[in-house]
């Protein structure tokens, strides 16, 4: 009970406190214009069982209501989350090794930055780890649950046949009840998006993506990308790693945590941007599973042959190396965040409202906005969110652009630019063309960077 509570009151401090100030990113503004539009019976062609449960608190006027009330929700499956890896590791190897696996996942860098923003990730995440935690004594939740983690996000479909393949290997007489229970939510999701348009889902747009890679981009990508999920979560791997070589009781369980792995490699979003993205939420946390049994197994076995770390126990290592890495990964951020981001949960939802502020003020409906999708969460129609793209952004001769100051350059001194109206927010620029083709004549792309120098 020590444990829980502790976990309990950890996932207090570091998720649910600080989601009152984090800044929306791109994709949670995304996330929560779909939501409201679901009120609508709008949908686009995507797993939507997130968005429909969460569409009731996206009835205020209040926009801060409309973030806050999805966040609170998420940030409650993500202590659920803690909870299931801590009662299914408690089950296989004990309350220490259950207790140091939740604590990895909570402090590693995608469960602070994520794990209290409206996205679909801890959502995915709660059914899967659900449906481990059934399986001996409700298979047929179990399969279940494995079905609507694929509704909540399409990246858990690659999981459900090897999640099948564990059924048959243990549960041979109620295979046949698993396999339709389980199959019944995903061919009804894929029926879903294949109805509204199956080649704009993500199915169709990752498929896309890596097609057009190429083996030789898609292999550099990757190896990349598992080179920095070393670096960025070292006691997981090692722990995880440890775990599965030396015990072999356990090691079916690999058949529903594997897929999650391998099929990050066929994630856009993994292989362009690397593992501190939010795709890595559902992959660590299964691995926490494991990562506490061998880390402590690990340590025992160096503990008589390396005497300095005899100093401190196992569960005080793993506090100091993980203080450590929060501190090592804020300072990080803070200095090569291309975006500013203000630390690995990035706190500025005050800029956020200036933008609102701003907007609501200045802007008129019928104007054309690009750039952050913040035009969305204030009901302008005439909107279109281009990411990174600064180029298109401008080519498009928005009346409005809201971006990130180190995205773009002006051509001259912009306090001499009679023709732009510009805002400064923090780390945000919103660019009002007071003349038609303003925005095209004076402004140009940056040279972008996912990570650079900040003095």
Partial sequence: MKERNNLILLWFILIFVPLFTLRLFQDEMLYLNVSKKVLQFEFLPRSSLVFILTSPLMVFKSVDLRVFLPRIATSLITLLNLLLIYEIAKRHYGKKAGFLGSLMFLLSFVALRYGARYTLEPWGTFFVLLAIYYFDEKPLLSALSVGLAFCARET???????FLGYAWKKKRKEFLKILIVSALPIALNSLFMALINLYKSPLGYNTRGILSFGVSKILSHALRGWLEFLIGYPLIVVGFVYAVLKDSKNRDLL??????????????GFLLNGPFERYTFGPLALMSIFAGHGIIKLYKELKPKIKPINLLTVEKWVAVFLIAQFVFFNVAVLKLSDIGANGIQDYGYWYDREVFRILKENASPDE????????????????KWIDRNIQKAIEMNPDWLITFRSWIKFRENPNEVQELEIYSVGSYLVIHAKEEGAIKEYIVPSELRLWEFRS
Wanted: proline share 11%.
């Fill in 368 to 383: 054309f906005f690009v750039g952050t999708p913040h035009p969305a969460l204030l009901g302008f129609e005439n909107w």
């Fill in 156 to 162: 858990w479909l690659t999981t459900c046949p090897f």
């Fill in 255 to 268: 058949w529903i945590i594997l897929p999650s792995l391998i099929t990050l490699n066929g994630v856009n």
